[in-house]
């Protein structure tokens, strides 16, 4: 794999209380690098990668040669006594090497090759859906920890709010009720504490799990916020599809392998042959001499064979025309998720500038008596919302930028290069 992405494009930039403060710190780039050394199936995938290397070596060495020794002139009589003599053994050696001819050698070496390129796209592959994985996994992590983060936020302030009240009704301003309101949104924000604390564990199993960790290994994801948007035209990113998928460069090699193995078949038709060196004892006279030994294509001219690697690299060619018009549909899909999630996020952007202002006005106006207990506590429902949603939204564009890359089989952002 010659290229990892290193680069996320959201992180969270308040450390969650609690335990959440605790463990080693670790960046997308680095969590990647543990991946690619660990991850089970980045792991299987390498040996994948080997055994074909192992494959492509084998198909470079010649045939083993074969030995052959032949003893006659031994004798028994009907007694059962022996009646030969050692010097009137004959005797043959002889040495014979398969020769793969007419080419069949070379074409069986670069259709071993091109199979080791398809298990190299395979790798690829698993390493793209890796990391598409380990991207959404880091987000869904760092969303987590940001919930844990709002919801400590959404208690403190309701604390807050809640010794406003035990004032204001100790003074005859504030009636029963009210107290007993903001106490009951205090234990709610405490339940809500507790959930979110739940959900941001789970998400660093589920992350360890990606990175071939121990689930009790600890990680602070440490991350920078950086909102990027993707410059790249819907025909630019079917362009890196049709060039980059591992899929449709393995369909593609597929197709080269077919048109070398039809070659072959039909070279298979010519004899295949072996060249010999023999010595010979016969009547204690040695001799010595060289053969050459065909196979004849009498009873099997490779017809079928023929006509059967024809079939099928019609069904590749025809396989490949097909992948091409999915890979158009998914860069599609794909591309306008992306566009549209990028623009629920700009919304977002604006609905937080609006729900810090109102959380402000409120406060002002419900310390002046100007705003209602009711309409304070569902300003500051609103607040929470809102603030929830923009870290949801920055997390689902995030999500679908690795998506895109998935079905791009490429990075769309700008990442480092790590050969």
Not at 178 to 192: D, P, Q
Not at 274 to 295: C, M, P, Q, T, W
Not at 325 to 353: G, M, P, R, W
């Amino acid at each position: 794999m010659k290229r990892k992405i290193y680069f996320l494009i959201i992180s969270l930039l308040i450390c969650t209380a609690g335990h959440a403060q605790a463990g080693e710190k670790l960046s997308l780039k680095e969590a990647l690098k543990i991946a690619f050394d660990h991850n089970p199936s980045v792991v299987e995938a390498r040996q994948d990668i080997k055994i074909a290397e192992s494959q492509f070596k084998i198909s470079k060495k010649w045939d083993n040669p074969e030995l052959e020794v032949e003893v006659g002139n031994l004798a028994k009589d009907l007694d059962g006594d022996s009646s030969f003599s050692t010097k009137d053994l004959d005797s043959e050696i002889r040495v014979t090497q398969p020769i793969d001819g007419w080419g069949k050698r070379g074409l069986r070496k670069k259709i071993a090759e091109d199979e080791l390129k398809q298990q190299e796209a395979a790798f690829k592959s698993v390493w793209l859906n890796t990391v598409k994985d380990i991207k959404e996994q880091y987000t869904q992590t760092l969303l987590s920890k940001k919930a844990v983060e709002l919801s400590q936020e959404n208690l403190e302030l309701n604390q807050k709010f809640l010794d406003k009240i035990k004032i204001k009704f100790d003074s005859g301003d504030a009636v029963n009720h009210e107290l007993s309101r903001a106490k009951l949104e205090v234990i709610n924000a405490r339940h809500l504490s507790l959930s979110s604390q739940k959900k941001y564990l789970i998400n660093k199993g589920k992350f360890n799990l990606l990175l071939g960790q121990p689930m009790s290994k600890d990680y602070n994801l440490i991350d920078n916020f950086q909102d990027e948007r993707l410059d790249k035209s819907f025909d630019e990113l079917l362009k890196m599809a049709l060039e980059e998928r591992p899929d449709v460069f393995t369909q593609k090699s597929e197709l080269n392998k077919k048109d070398k193995e039809l070659r072959l078949a039909k070279r298979d038709r010519l004899p295949s042959y072996g060249l010999s060196i023999f010595v010979e004892r016969e009547e204690n006279v040695y001799k010595g001499g060289v053969g050459v030994a065909f196979d004849l294509p009498i009873w099997n001219f490779k017809s079928n064979e023929i006509t059967q690697v024809k079939l099928e690299r019609e069904k590749a060619q025809e396989l490949l025309k097909r992948m091409e018009n999915e890979v158009a549909l998914d860069v599609y899909i794909a591309f306008h998720e992306t566009d549209l999630a990028k623009k629920s996020h700009d919304i977002s952007i604006e609905a937080i500038k609006e729900a810090n202002e109102i959380l402000r006005f409120t406060t002002l106006g419900y310390e002046e008596g100007e705003v209602t207990f009711l309409s304070y506590l569902e300003n500051v429902k609103a607040y929470q919302e809102t603030k929830q949603r923009y870290f949801e939204s920055l997390s689902e564009y995030t999500i679908k930028i690795a998506e895109l890359e998935q079905v791009i089989g490429e990075f769309v952002l700008p990442e480092e290069n790590n050969n």
